[in-house]
């Protein structure tokens, strides 16, 4: 028996979604495509298969065709519809950020726990890219020693048309905060945020430089600069007090021509991080089947979260902000 999928929200991620989900996962269907525009959600649907195509959300999340659901709707949009899937009993695979404000996330951890089972998991997709499990896996066997610092860049192309202010903290680097929370197995105990002088400082997606600091007295800098203009690149790179391990972008080829190496860019998230997403995927399809939650849960959508909203309050007041998640849940 496949898991029949409904997916909520058939933009940009939503399709690559349904497409995975259509194409690449065994055991899935994709039952039924949402979208608040039904244009695009019938386009989506009649690409990928999908039986159904419709514009009401909540239904999707009712339906009793649907044992699962994709949610890809606007950031707005997530913890309200997570929090419907939890009540309805149906496992959720909730693209980043859970919300922008971490007591919503508590009250949807609330619901979750009152369920008594993890049905939650986020769109935090870098915890199945082979390079940051790579880096994770050699910090985890000593490799490198002790960590010292973690280094993190987060590069788009120009900043998507419905970026608004503080979207760089709070859309944005949320993959940051939770990838070297997750490489680093350590909580945060504050964030400082830094703006560099920019020509256009009103400009959506202005860009920010932050610097965090672990429970552990780790030191973790994350750049977003989401007007980087020459590609989309993200980097990495943790310090360990016996060596370092650097993170490689996938490049299949290299052009050598005119006295030059030449190699590409994408030009956004998708083709970087492919494998990360049909990893991401089938892992949660895999989960749905067996029982047993993988990925980042409902409450590591809280700490990055709490980690934004601290960045936020640091990028208005110039000072340090302090993180302080509340008492962890037995769920998790
Ligand atoms: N994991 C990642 O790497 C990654 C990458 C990009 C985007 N995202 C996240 O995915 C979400 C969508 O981003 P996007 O770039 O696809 O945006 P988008 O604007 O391209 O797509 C959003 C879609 O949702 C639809 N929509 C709006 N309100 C809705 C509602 N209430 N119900 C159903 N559909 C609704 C819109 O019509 C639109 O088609 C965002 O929350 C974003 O943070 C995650």
Redesign the pocket.
């Known amino acids: 028996m496949s898991i029949r999928v409904g997916l909520?929200?058939?933009?940009?991620?939503?399709?690559?979604h349904a497409r995975i989900l259509s194409r690449e996962i065994p055991g899935v269907a994709l039952q039924s495509v949402?979208?608040?525009?039904i244009a695009?959600?019938r386009a989506i649907a009649e690409a990928t298969g999908a039986l159904h195509a419709g514009?009401?959300?909540w239904a999707v999340i009712a339906d009793k065709s649907v044992d699962a659901v994709v949610?890809?709707?606007?950031?707005d949009?997530?913890a309200p519809?997570a929090k419907a899937c939890i009540e309805a009993g149906k496992p959720v695979l909730c693209?980043?950020?859970l919300s922008q404000s971490a007591s919503e996330c508590l009250d949807l951890i609330a619901a979750e726990v009152k369920a008594g089972r993890r049905l939650v998991q986020i769109?935090?997709?870098?915890r199945f890219d082979p390079a940051y499990v790579e880096m994770k896996q050699t910090f985890a066997r000593g490799v490198v020693g002790p960590a010292l610092m973690m280094h993190n860049f987060h590069r788009n192309v120009c900043a998507?048309?419905?970026f608004t202010g503080q979207m760089a903290i709070t859309?944005?680097a949320?993959?940051e905060f939770d990838i070297a929370r997750f490489v680093l197995d350590a909580d945060y105990q504050s964030i400082t945020v830094f703006r560099p002088e920019f020509r256009d400082a009103g400009k959506a997606g202005a860009p920010v430089f932050m610097v965090l600091k672990t429970l552990g007295g780790q030191l973790v800098n994350v750049e977003i600069n989401n007007n980087a203009a020459y590609g989309y690149d993200v980097r990495g790179e943790l310090v360990g007090e016996k060596g370092s391990v650097f993170l490689r972008s996938p490049v299949h080829s290299e052009i050598h021509v005119n006295l030059q190496t030449i190699t590409t860019y994408p030009a956004?998230?998708?083709p970087r991080?492919a494998e990360?997403?049909r990893l991401q995927n089938s892992a949660w399809a895999n989960a749905i089947a067996t029982g047993k939650p993988v990925g980042a849960s409902a409450w590591d959508g809280y700490a990055a979260s709490l980690t934004a909203e601290a960045g936020v309050a640091s990028l208005a007041s110039g000072t340090a902000a302090k993180i302080a998640l509340v008492a962890k849940p037995a769920l998790y």
Not at 34 to 37: K, T
Not at 71 to 75: G, L, M, N
């Open positions: 909520i929200g058939a933009g940009v991620m939503g399709a690559d949402c979208d608040a525009d695009r959600a514009a009401d959300p949610i890809a709707s606007p950031d949009t997530h519809l693209e980043k950020p769109g935090f997709m870098r998507p048309s419905n859309n944005s949320p993959h956004d998230w998708r991080f990360a997403y």
